[in-house]
DNA sequence: GTGGAGTTGACAATCGTTATCGTTAGCGCT
DNA sequence: AGCGCTAACGATAACGATTGTCAACTCCAC
């Protein structure tokens, strides 16, 4: 126990904030803080029990007002469903591709997809909002290891450091 | 008032519930025949409301059950949000492409979206799964017109026959 | 250190959806 | 056409996720 990279981002995370134009506070700092690094959206009940678990005092109120936070300043991207999943996600422009098996989201700038743009809007006239669509499927890892779990349904716990 | 296409297709509707493999019952009729011909998506709540604005006695409990048998039945696609919204979809492999100004729902087989998997496979190492991906953007008319209205929030009577 | 605006926390209310259960209706069979 | 079994229905209550309210509390500029 040396050196210490314990808290590093401590700053990282003021930066982030201010940065989006928010006022750091204590709970902004700990969903922040909790989201990071994660690869799986999560929903805002697990991030109230992971925090309560991790000591925090953070009521379910101030989850939700947090995340609406985060959302509407853009460090965050909303995952429709039977419940709203979080997560943090890059600050250019990106498609989102969540894997059907493990939950994980992967980001693709936009310009990848450019090619999907052009046959949408050459077939159907429509162009296309890639950065509003998730894009369901199956990731490599889960294709290579032929894995069954539901993931979006299960805990989410030990995804992020 | 005469020859009358009246109800003419009240045996079409029998068809496909048959062909789904449902029974065939009046709330199905009822619930199937609001739907038939919408662009876009309704909720159930507004499903219960048209009914009963339309005299019928169905409750709310059965529009749910109904539409999940619908679901399950493969006859109509849920389109995820804040509350879930549905629409009759085609029986054969197809995209969605939801016109974020109006709400819209315009139906795209999957052949014409290959380049799209092929994309994210190469780049990303990711198969999508383009049927249940549903694409947010603009459909040809709204670019044309410049509307602005919400859509997907208001009222979406006067769009069915 | 102080003040004011923005943020938080607890509680209650709301909204969409689902479970329960007694009643009803579809439909295969006679 | 009538009978019976099973599936479907309707009303009500319950449930879980999310939001509204309001007093107490922090952040941060001064």
């Known amino acids: 126990m040396g050196g210490g990279q314990a808290h590093v981002d401590g700053d990282a995370t003021a930066r982030v904030l201010r940065a989006a134009g928010l006022t750091i506070t204590v709970p902004r700092r700990a969903v922040f803080q909790l ?10 009940g697990e991030v109230f029990d992971l925090l309560r678990a991790g000591g925090s005092r ?11 936070s985060f959302a509407g300043a ?13 997560r943090i996600c890059d600050p250019w422009p990106h498609a989102h591709l969540v894997c059907e098996r493990c939950g994980r989201v992967i980001e693709r700038p936009v310009d990848t997809v450019r090619q999907w743009l052009a046959a949408a809007r050459q077939d159907a006239d429509f162009v296309a ?19 069954v779990s539901e993931a979006r349904r299960t805990s989410t716990v030990g995804d992020a450091p």
């Not at 953070?58 to 609406?68: A, D, K, Q």
């Open 74 to 86: 853009g460090i965050v991207h909303v995952f429709a469903g039977e419940e709203q999943r979080y």
């Open 35 to 44: 989201l990071v690094g994660r690869e799986r959206p999560v929903s805002a």
């Open 129 to 147: 909002n890639v950065e509003r669509s998730d894009v369901y499927g199956v990731c490599g890892r889960c294709r290579i290891s032929g894995q």
């Open 58 to 68: 953070l009521g379910i109120t101030s989850v939700y007002r947090v995340l609406h």
